[in-house]
């Protein structure tokens, strides 16, 4: 499966060690079953608390790790496909900034069954990477 991701999210600073970041995120998930094109749309809630591993003359490294919550929007698959509506799940990532620039690599799954076929359960999971400016850094 490939998708997207996009997202706006808040952060706060709590001390010169801790970091949290919360937001609002849209996950676009899909593959193929045969010449079936899969596709889930979900819209999250994700929240994470970060911890600064190094700093260094040009940046910083942290470890982040949280948990979210979200509601499919859309949904289309194979017959047999019976999608959940609601996803829930952990995500773990590595993250690099250095002024407003941040780069991240990271993990996620899902909890919760967000899909069964044929009798098995389904879970989301996910490996990502992503690029981001931060505004008022």
Known sequence: RTGFYISATAGYIISK??????GLSFRSIGGKD??????????TIPAEI??????TSIGKVMLGGGVYGGYMLQSNGASGFKPNDWDAGVRARLIFEAGTFRMTAGYSRSIVPTASYNGQSLYNQCLSVGVAICYGR
């Open 17 to 22: 060690r801790w970091e949290c970041e919360f």
């Open 50 to 55: 970060q911890v600064v591993a190094l700093r």
């Open 34 to 43: 045969g010449d079936t094109p899969l596709r889930n749309n979900y819209l």
